[in-house]
């Protein structure tokens, strides 16, 4: 019973590739939000949906677009993939926007060769 | 702005010792304020925290007190377990209206290793 949870765990690609990190959660929360943990640990916020309206873009390449299809999904796609891009990027939820603790998924490790 | 500081790593210590890992804010407003931890190889989990001055978050033999006057919220424990070893985060949430509502502004991280 996993409550947020992300697929794949690792990503392997190349320069130049697109690919998708897709995230679930069955917490019944209303914001989900996309975060990027560099080689330092250092973490720092991407994107936040709220009942599937984007509430905060950092400022991140465009590259990279978060898409939510629904409450409990918000997937990220990155296109022209770089070295830099790689890093662990960790899906998070709360209940809503203001008042309630984050919970985090188990994060994808992306490798860009 | 937002910002949170904590003490650079790495932090070794021996089992049974206490534990001290430092962390003060900037924020405009009152923020709730947090403690994470990331175990090896998996996300960041909620270890505390707190919402007002005063307030003390525990758990887990943990403990942090939110200094308003300091503006500080240091993690303590009193004996740590090779189990405790992991990355801890402090972080501040955004209590401002607005598209940054909620938002969560995290401290560098602090490797802890802990020997038996």
């Known amino acids: 019973d996993t409550a947020v949870s992300q697929t794949p765990k690792y990503l392997v690609t190349q320069m130049g590739n697109d690919k998708s990190i897709k995230c679930e959660q069955n917490l019944g929360h209303d914001t989900m939000y996309w975060y990027k943990q560099d080689s330092k640990k250092f973490l720092k916020i991407m994107f936040s949906y709220n009942n599937k309206e984007l509430i905060i873009n950092e400022t991140v390449p465009n590259r990279f677009s978060p898409k939510s299809p629904d409450k409990a999904h918000l997937n990220l796609h990155i296109n022209s993939l770089e070295l830099g891009d790689s890093a662990v990027y960790f899906c998070a939820s709360s209940r809503d926007r203001g008042t309630y603790e984050q919970y985090f998924g188990p994060g994808t490790r992306l490798t860009v060769t | 702005g937002n910002s949170v500081t904590q003490m650079e790593g790495p932090v070794t210590l021996s089992e049974e010792a206490f534990l001290t890992i430092n962390c003060t804010y900037t924020?405009?407003?009152?923020?709730?304020l947090f403690w994470y931890v990331q175990y090896p190889g998996e996300g960041l989990q909620l270890l505390l925290k707190?919402?007002?001055?005063?307030d003390k978050g525990s758990n887990k033999g943990f403990e942090a007190t939110y200094r308003k006057e300091t503006t500080s919220f240091h993690l303590e424990k009193g004996s740590v377990q090779v189990s405790d070893s992991a990355v801890y985060f402090c972080a501040l949430r955004n209590p401002d209206r607005g598209s940054t509502l909620g938002r969560l502004y995290f401290g560098r991280g602090t490797q802890l290793t802990v020997w038996p």
């Open positions: 924020a405009t407003g009152y923020p709730s």
């Open positions: 707190a919402t007002k001055a005063d």
